[in-house]
Each structure stands twice: as structure tokens, then as C-alpha cells.
């Protein structure tokens, strides 16, 4: 049985296109570990400079507030980054492929049985920034909300 953060995952990884993009891969909480995303982990062994990576970062999982019984649908939120050492040409070629791939293109997973994906829209991105933590390698970002509703909704 899958989650759908492990389905999401798997849609972007099962790309050809997205996964020559991104040779370094592409990890969330549960493939980093409690050190979260190093540079390190991006980094091809004996290598100084990182590959091309993607993280996502699962943000919160919101109710719709007053609207939710009537809904019955809650909303969860998806932070994608997209990395390289330096410029900004891989990471855009990135970010637009997981928008090709994910706008308005639910997935389907199984854990839980109860639930299903409705739609997942684009929110927006934040270009050409520089990671910090990461010894300031070239960053842009995207966010995803997702709908889900009961499976027989």
C-alpha cells in the first residue's frame, strides 16, 4: 500500500525526462534522515560541486475551516525545491517538468483506503534564490495544494 506522499514521489522519479534533470535525485523527510538535506547528500562522492536535486517538502495538512463539513475536504500543502551549484538553468527546466507533471493531475494511492486525491493545483514559486544552509547553491521554489476527499466523494 502506498501513501500519497510516496505516490507523489514515485510520479516525479518515474519521469525519464525529470530524472535527467535531476541527477542528484529526488528525497523528502523520510530519504534524508533527522540531518535533513546536506550538502552532502547531494553531492556525488569526491565531488565539491552538488547535482541537480529536488526536495519536497510536505508543509501542513490545513482544514477548510467552517466550510469543511460541507466540503468534506481538507488541503494539503507541497513545498517543492529545485537545486543546482550554481546558475539557474537546470532548476527552472526542473520546476516547469513537476508542474507539467502535477497541475491538475491527481494521483491515485491506496493508504489510506478512506481517502483519495480530488486535484492538486499550483500555488506559485519563488525564483533564483541562493540556500544558506546549503553554502548558498542556486534554489527556487514551488508550492502545490492538494485536495483530498473521502474516496467515495
Do not use: H
Amino acid at each position: 500500500m502506498a501513501t500519497m506522499q510516496a505516490t507523489l514521489k514515485a510520479v516525479l522519479t518515474g519521469d525519464a525526462t525529470l530524472m535527467a534533470l535531476a541527477t542528484g535525485g529526488v528525497y523528502d523527510g523520510d530519504s534524508v534522515g533527522r540531518r535533513g538535506l546536506t550538502r552532502e547528500t547531494l553531492a556525488t562522492a569526491g565531488q565539491v560541486a552538488i547535482d541537480p536535486a529536488i526536495y519536497i517538502n510536505w508543509v501542513t495538512d490545513t482544514p477548510y475551516g467552517v466550510r469543511q463539513e460541507v466540503l468534506q475536504a481538507r488541503r494539503v500543502f507541497a513545498e517543492i525545491y529545485f537545486y543546482q551549484d550554481t546558475g539557474y538553468a537546470t532548476v527552472r527546466a526542473m520546476r516547469q517538468r513537476v508542474r507539467e507533471l502535477l497541475e491538475y493531475e491527481p494521483v491515485q494511492y491506496d493508504d489510506p483506503a478512506s481517502e483519495r486525491m480530488r486535484d492538486i493545483f499550483w500555488r506559485g514559486d519563488i525564483v533564483e534564490r541562493k540556500d544558506e544552509s546549503l553554502s548558498d547553491v542556486s534554489m527556487e521554489q514551488s508550492q502545490y495544494e492538494i485536495l483530498i476527499t473521502p474516496a467515495g466523494g
